[in-house]
């Protein structure tokens, strides 16, 4: 009948991780997230390609072919904190990578007002733990 059978242990899947920030004046964070994202998928030349020729293998054993200084997957810890500013849990994010960077709107009002940004993420995994 076409009825889809789950078992305990066949699959886990995570939603995207999504992160807001503060861009800074210099515009810094978001273009370090920017030119990650270039170099995972060269976005103006497509001769970049080129420079994918060596491999690298993530914590868990995926194999990419980012070579130099920007490699396609980090980890990233996430810290969130108690009500007095204390450090409380670390989420720990496996092998991520960016997959969308949204637009800046940028004003130039006196309310001075930050400019934020949003970044998705994708990872394969993600540990949450009490200690740094």
Not at 13 to 23: A, D, K, P, Q
């Amino acid at each position: 009948l076409g009825l889809d059978a789950y078992f305990p242990g066949d699959k886990v899947v995570f939603e995207s991780l999504n992160v807001t920030f503060l861009v800074d004046e210099d515009l810094a964070n978001f273009k370090e997230i920017y030119d990650w994202m270039n170099a995972i998928i060269p976005i103006s030349k497509s001769s970049d390609f080129k420079s994918f020729t060596g491999s690298t293998t993530t914590t868990t054993g995926v194999s990419s072919g980012a070579t130099g200084l920007l490699q396609q997957y980090s980890d990233i810890t996430l810290i969130t904190n108690t009500n007095k500013n204390i450090p409380n849990r670390y989420f720990r994010f496996h092998d991520a990578f960016p997959i969308s960077l949204s637009g800046l709107e940028l004003e130039s009002g006196a309310d001075g007002e930050p400019a934020v940004a949003t970044v998705e993420f994708r990872f394969t995994y993600y540990d949450i733990e009490i200690t740094s």
